[in-house]
């Protein structure tokens, strides 16, 4: 049984087919949900952060509203919400946030969305395995599972 979910939210279609997947879990099992949208420096007008991949730059009131916004939204549009739900906005570099966010908020799991037509995603995806301290379940736009990974053993 899963307690916790980790679900990062971004603009693409992948982000939903996760959250449907994630939402399909916690109709049969008590389960928590964090939709956590990451706001990188480059989001924020940061340009220092940008360029260094730290953020430097603390999200306002306005980014904070707007983030919360696009969360909610993404929600509502599974018309059923069936869990209980926690929306996290954080600033920061994805893969990292990422990770810290799941280890803080202890999740059993996390599950992305990725498009392989994304010419980045096999490396952002790396990196939250790599640094990741839970399971791992990357799916595709249909909600097809293109990688689990446990830490601690092999991929699967």
Not at 6 to 14: D, Q, Y
Not at 85 to 109: C, H, P, Q, W, Y
Not at 132 to 148: A, F, G, Q
Request: aromatic content about 4%; some cysteine.
């Amino acid at each position: 049984m899963q307690n916790s979910i980790l679900i990062p939210m971004g603009k693409n279609p992948a982000s939903m087919a996760a959250l449907r997947r994630a939402r399909g879990i916690a109709q049969h099992e008590h389960t928590r949900l964090y939709l956590l949208h990451v706001v990188e420096p480059s989001e924020t007008g940061d340009v220092l952060g940008a360029a260094t991949g730290a953020a430097t730059h603390a999200l306002d009131s306005e980014d904070l509203a707007r983030a919360e916004a696009f969360l909610e939204a993404r929600w509502d549009r599974l018309n059923e919400p069936m869990a209980a739900v926690n929306f996290v906005v954080k600033a920061g570099k994805l893969s990292e946030t990422i990770a810290e966010e799941a280890r803080r908020l202890e999740v059993d799991t996390i599950i992305m969305g990725t498009s392989k037509s994304s010419p980045k995603w096999e490396g952002m995806i790396g990196k939250v395995k790599k640094s990741t301290p839970c399971k791992l379940t990357i799916v595709d736009e249909e909600e097809n599972v293109v990688l689990e990974y446990s830490p601690g053993s092999s991929d699967t």
